[in-house]
Antibody
Framework: EVQLVESGGGLVQPGGSLRLSCAAS????????MDWVRQAPGKGLEWVGR??????????EYAASVKGRFTVSRDDSKNSLYLQMNSLKTEDTAVYYC?????????WGQGTMVTVSS | DIQLTQSPSFLSASVGDRVTITCRAS??????LAWYQQKPGKAPKLLIY???TLQSGVPSRFSGSGSGTEFTLTISSLQPEDFATYYC?????????FGQGTKVEIK
């Protein structure tokens, strides 16, 4: 079964850091581009960032709202995707989804909640 | 950035109704558009990609059409399990963007 499972969410103070992880299974993780998408409480979906595969030099893309603060990385040997979030703001409060990208986002994790509050 | 505007934002319909949701892009995106369904407390689910290709396992009552700047998602006969929020998303350029969503509720 193709599956993505996020972890690492929680409560953090403004200005703090948090690292999210996403464990992939059921497919050849290293072949795919992987993205993060978030959803603030009661709001719509917002794309956060992407990491391409090894064949495309693991290059990354980011939304303007997180560029310079968030870093997407991956470890193909562990079938894992990561999101390092620094200088967190209250507006970063959201459920964060790990997604597999095949053009569209065809596989989604269940999401992990990040709350930025003092 | 490419803006996607969905209409309507809210739709009240009955089981068996034909439902159409529109997504308009602020610039041409060819057919690089997807549709997702999201139920409360759940992750979104891909319904349609490349504007009109049905994702494997999605019922045939869902269909998509359009290209360029105007797209539609149609549910031919609304079923109880279809009451949800629907989002369009473009994958023509970065940043990837979503429409604001269309909530389909029971009349």
């Amino acid at each position: 079964e193709v599956q993505l499972v996020e972890s690492g969410g929680g409560l953090v103070q403004p200005g703090g850091s948090l690292r999210l992880s996403c464990a992939a299974s059921g497919f050849i993780f290293s072949d795919y581009y992987m993205d993060w998408v978030r959803q603030a409480p009661g709001k719509g979906l917002e794309w956060v960032g992407r990491i391409r595969n090894k064949a495309n030099s693991y290059t990354t893309e980011y939304a303007a709202s997180v560029k310079g603060r968030f870093t997407v990385s991956r470890d193909d040997s562990k079938n894992s995707l990561y999101l390092q979030m620094n200088s967190l703001k209250t507006e970063d409060t959201a459920v964060y989804y790990c997604v597999r990208a095949t053009g569209a986002f065809d596989v989604w994790g269940q999401g992990t909640m990040v709350t930025v509050s003092s | 950035d490419i803006q996607l505007t969905q209409s309507p934002s809210f739709l009240s319909a009955s089981v068996g109704d034909r439902v159409t949701i529109t997504c308009r892009a602020s610039q041409g995106i060819s057919s690089y558009l997807a549709w997702y369904q999201q139920k409360p407390g759940k992750a979104p689910k891909l319904l349609i990609y490349a504007a009109s290709t049905l994702q494997s396992g999605v019922p045939s009552r869902f269909s998509g059409s359009g290209s360029g700047t105007e797209f539609t998602l149609t549910i031919s006969s609304l079923q109880p399990e279809d009451f949800a929020t629907y989002y369009c998303q473009q994958f023509n350029s970065y940043p990837r963007t979503f429409g604001q969503g269309t909530k389909v509720e029971i009349k």
